[in-house]
């Protein structure tokens, strides 16, 4: 692996939970995660539980951005009005209802979710099916199952390789079309034993941008 050449290739954000994300060139790495990342989550209004694209693929059919502002917008329009509102509900059913929610809860494990451009050629499908946030180039095969333990610093930025993720239905579902493959999911439960891309802490903040040399240490 030429550990010299790595850069930072993509940095997504999704600013509601399960919608379909946005790719953006850079951002402010913060403790709990990218700016924006994830700052509204899908609820059922009745049972009060966090629905997602798991179970309602059509949320990945929504796009999520962020204005100029900072404020989430779900196919261009605030996250709060009632064309939002009712486009997720068609989504979700008569039930789910947005909440702008600050807590660790809205990440599905750690703040960031990493993989490289090595494991992404094994795996052979649309990424976006993986939801990440960074994706690095410059990495030879699946060298990146070999990271956890092990800390990669971004500029002032310094992140931590905690785990595999462990995959779900979610992968199943195409980002454009929302079909389900369920050979998606199969496959990598026999080549990558149901895990791929990492469960990722930020140990320091700071600004990173798209091209920006990373470094793997200790």
């Not at 790495?29 to 966090?50: E, H, K």
């Not at 789910?96 to 094994?122: C, F, M, N, Q, Y």
């Not at 493959?181 to 990492?198: P, Q, S, Y």
Request: charged share 25%; with cysteine; aromatic share 6%.
């Amino acid at each position: 692996m030429s550990e010299n050449k790595m850069r930072v290739a993509e940095i997504w954000r999704y600013p509601v939970k399960s919608l379909a994300g946005e790719q953006v060139t850079s951002t402010q790495l913060q403790m709990d995660g990218i700016t924006g990342d994830r700052r509204v989550l899908v609820y059922n209004a009745r049972t009060r539980n966090i629905l997602t694209s798991r179970n309602h693929p059509k949320l990945l059919g929504l796009k999520a951005t962020l204005d100029s502002y900072g404020t989430p917008l779900i196919n261009g329009l605030n996250w709060d009005v009632p064309e939002s509102i009712h486009a997720i509900m068609e989504a979700a059913g008569p039930d789910a209802r947005l909440i702008e929610w600050g807590g660790s809860e809205r990440h599905d494990v750690l703040p960031l979710l990493v993989t490289s451009d090595g494991a992404l050629k094994e795996f052979g499908h649309d990424h976006r099916r993986l939801r990440p946030n960074l994706v690095i180039s410059g990495v030879d095969g699946l060298a990146e199952r070999e990271w956890p333990g092990r800390k990669m610093r971004i500029g002032e930025a310094l992140i931590e390789f905690v785990q595999l993720r462990g995959r779900c239905v979610m992968t199943t579902y195409d980002p454009d079309t929302q079909e389900q493959n369920h050979r998606v999911l199969r496959e990598i439960v026999k080549k990558f034993d149901g895990t791929f891309a990492l469960d990722t802490d930020v140990l320091h903040a700071g600004f990173i941008n798209v091209g920006d040399v990373v470094e793997l240490v200790n």
